[in-house]
């Protein structure tokens, strides 16, 4: 698969880990690829339930510390609600507090969830926290306030899609602001939909992108990478993250 990465164009691919344990392998996976995979460490909404501030954020904390570029996958999910909100909301809290303490940003999931989130972000912002909404599917005032905050907006293979109708939004996002990912192995883009994803495709989403605002793909790749590249904090140019992989 990272061989897959490599000849699609990709220069890296950043793992996600959106459980302790998932972070630990992504790390591992990082390890063995030093300079091209780069991994995060965070808790998922939807094992929110289970979260244990006490236990857990001094985990996270130690893997920010061995190299995880981000904090998260956190966030939050009202529409499947496999974790009670208060408690969904008190492990994004916690997650914002380990960003601001590590000077790590932020990769943000939200679904059905945007006053709550709207105000995670102000939080944040006031922290001095940088974040990204990732597979952003949300409404063009979610966006807006994100990126009044600085932060960044990603898309996912979902715009490639025949039902997405919302070409508006990819143009929203300015050119400093725009992310893309895979959410491997979730959400492949057309032509492989319905396959298991895995970073060389999200080619087929920048396509899209640029199809959608009316610059060239090569384009739309070069400043994804640029940007990715500082949200990350990733350093020069061949550390730079394009790709996005679920743990």
């Not at 890296?12 to 972070?23: F, K, P, Q, Y």
């Not at 997405?164 to 883009?189: C, F, H, M, T, V």
Request: aromatic residues 6%; charged residues 25%; contains cysteine.
């Amino acid at each position: 698969m990272i061989d897959r990465a490599r000849a699609a164009g990709g220069e890296a691919i950043v793992c996600i880990g959106e459980s302790i344990d998932t972070a630990k392998r992504a790390r591992d996976i990082a390890a063995s690829h030093p300079g091209y995979v780069y991994f995060t460490a965070g808790v998922h909404p939807h094992d929110a339930a289970s979260f244990d501030a006490s236990r857990d954020i001094p985990q996270l904390e130690e893997l920010a510390v061995r190299g995880a570029c981000a904090i998260g996958e956190c966030g939050l999910d009202y529409h499947y609600d496999t974790a009670p909100r208060g408690a969904q909301r008190r492990a994004f809290e916690a997650q914002i507090e380990l960003a601001a303490g590590t000077g790590r940003p932020l990769v943000v999931h939200t679904r059905d969830a945007e006053d709550d989130t709207r105000l995670a972000i102000e939080t944040a912002a006031k922290k001095a926290v940088v974040g990204v909404l990732h597979c952003f599917t949300g409404s063009h005032a979610l966006a807006e306030v994100a990126l009044d905050a600085a932060w960044y907006v990603s898309f996912s293979g979902i715009i490639t899609f025949k039902n997405w109708k919302d070409d508006a939004l990819l143009r929203l996002i300015p050119d400093g602001r725009l992310l893309a990912e895979s959410d491997a192995p979730y959400l492949a883009p057309v032509p492989n939909r319905g396959k298991r994803n895995e970073p060389a495709w999200v080619a087929h989403t920048i396509s899209r992108l640029a199809s959608a605002r009316g610059q060239s793909a090569e384009e739309i790749a070069s400043l994804i990478a640029a940007n990715a590249r500082q949200f990350f904090a990733l350093g020069p140019s061949g550390n730079t993250a394009l790709l996005g992989d679920d743990g």
